[in-house]
């Protein structure tokens, strides 16, 4: 962190508020939807339907950022969040939240979703010398997930203090989302303070012909993408949103309690983003992408195969103690293996198909709680796919070496 520039501590900032606001609405959200009085099916397809419309959004900020603005874009990004909160907290109409969740910024799994990331890890990228660009990530992911945790937090925490001076379930989670659109108007205030010195360096060289904004790192980047969408598609079952509310539908877990867990799973996984750095330079970022993330796929598959929730919770928690340790790497290694000027295109890409694959597997979630029978399905398929692309990944990747 020493010798940071002051936009790399505002977006670090803003990183913290984002991801507060994302943790703070995950535990609740689901449980929300379904006191409005929408099916589990429904509310599965409207999750996908979020993630989904982050599509669209995304792919034409991201690949615009560049050119257009860096925190132009970042601003409307946040205005983006303030909409698809408002809509949500003020209306029931199936229609308009569909419309929400596909203009709109929301996160159902307490991760990153919208435009942010890609932009935010490319200005971060011009801000430190290339060997240091690991551990910048680390501390980035570090902080997002610290903030998450306290997010989820306080958002298991105020439903139920609400509810226990006599606020109805429904005006209690109202109250989460509501917090979470006047969260976007802070993040777009703090998008204003960045420099020019987080927009893309421009230069008089001729312009080569671009796809999305990438050229001569379109064929990698669009391998990364395809993994990373399967690896995302696998996520997408086990979201925060929905893993909170199959503790609450299998164990009767409150919100005070869901909010407890996911504080220190979010804890765990900060430290364990942090730690990815020194693992890297050890054995580097594709190695430490994969061997970290296949034991944690196996933990993932066991937690609903425990008995009772003492060691379910503990299961999770050791899951999360491991399973960040891909994410500052493999962002790391996306900006290594691009040209600068690609990097936000790249990001951008490659987020993108992350938020495709995320945005498929929701309403399948849906259908799977939604039967007794195949309520813990969604463990054990994610688990499953997210093995499958850590082969895939190691096969495809291990010979292509980077700067840690």
Request: proline share 4%; net charge positive.
């Amino acid at each position: 962190m020493h010798g940071l520039r002051p936009d790399g501590h505002v977006l670090l900032a803003t990183r913290i508020v984002r991801m507060f606001a994302y943790g703070f609405l995950s535990v609740v959200l689901v449980l929300y939807l379904a006191d409005v009085g929408l099916s589990d099916t429904v509310i599965g397809v409207l999750l996908s339907l979020t993630l989904l419309g982050d599509t669209v959004i995304s792919l034409w900020v991201t690949t615009g950022a560049d050119r257009i603005g860096r925190r132009r874009m970042l601003i409307l990004g946040a205005l983006l969040m303030l909409f698809a909160g408002a809509i949500f907290a003020f209306t029931n109409n199936i229609i308009l939240l569909i419309i929400a969740a596909i203009i709109g910024v929301i996160s159902p799994s307490g991760y990153e979703v919208g435009p942010f990331l890609a932009i935010e890890q490319a200005a971060l990228t011009q801000t430190v010398p290339d060997e240091r660009r690991t551990g910048i990530f680390a501390w980035y992911n570090l902080i997002g997930s610290f903030a998450t945790a306290l997010g989820a937090l306080a958002g298991g925490a105020l439903p139920y203090f609400l509810q226990r001076a006599g606020t109805s379930s429904l005006n209690s989670y109202r109250t989460v989302v509501l917090a979470y659109a006047a969260m976007g108007v802070v993040l777009a205030l703090m998008f204003m303070r960045l420099s020019n010195a987080v927009e893309a360096s421009k230069t008089n060289a001729p312009i080569p012909h671009t796809r999305f904004g990438l050229h001569r790192s379109r064929g990698v980047v669009l391998k990364l993408s395809a993994l990373f969408g399967l690896d995302a598609f696998a996520g997408g079952f086990v979201m925060q949103s929905i893993v909170a509310y199959w503790f609450h539908i299998r164990f009767g877990v409150e919100t005070a309690t869901l909010g407890g867990i996911f504080f220190g799973a979010n804890l765990l996984a900060g430290g364990s983003a942090l730690a990815a750095a020194w693992v890297a330079r050890k054995i580097g970022l594709v190695n430490t992408m994969v061997f970290t993330h296949l034991p944690s796929n196996v933990l993932l598959i066991l937690v609903p195969l425990m008995p009772n929730l003492p060691l379910a919770i503990a299961v999770l928690l050791l899951r999360f103690s491991i399973s960040q340790m891909d994410v500052p790497t493999r962002q790391s290694y996306t900006m290594a293996v691009v040209a600068p000027d690609e990097r936000s295109a790249a990001g951008g890409v490659t987020g993108i198909a992350r938020t495709v694959g995320a945005a498929l597997s929701p309403a399948l979630a849906g259908v799977f709680i939604s039967s007794p029978v195949l309520m813990s399905a969604p463990f054990l398929v994610a688990g499953g796919l997210k093995v499958l692309y850590d082969l895939l990944l190691f096969r495809s990747f291990r010979s292509l070496r980077t700067a840690t």
